[in-house]
């Protein structure tokens, strides 16, 4: 299992919560998540026995606001995401008469 689907569940974490997390330490084996600035919250994950990725560290502590804005989760990955809850969205022209 590759670490593609820890960062797919770090974008849709701070879609949710809004909150600012920026990607700290990265390795094929380990990642590890945190807030920005001096929030203490932070998440580290590792691959075990099995090869999945497993939460091996969490501090869930809060002290930082929430953030409208990231950079890393554009408008194509919000339409990827939700476009199977939407059901098939067609976008035609409107003629006006």
Known sequence: ????????????????????????????SRVRYKFVKSCPWKVSTGIDKDANFQISALYDTYTCSRSFYS??????WVAEKYVDQ??????????IR
């Open 1 to 28: 299992m590759s670490n593609f689907y820890v960062f797919e569940f770090a974008q849709a974490y701070k879609l949710k919560h809004r909150y600012g997390i920026k990607l700290s330490k990265n390795k094929q």
């Open 71 to 76: 950079r890393q989760v554009s408008t194509n």
């Open 86 to 95: 939407f059901g098939l969205i067609l976008i035609t022209k409107l003629k």
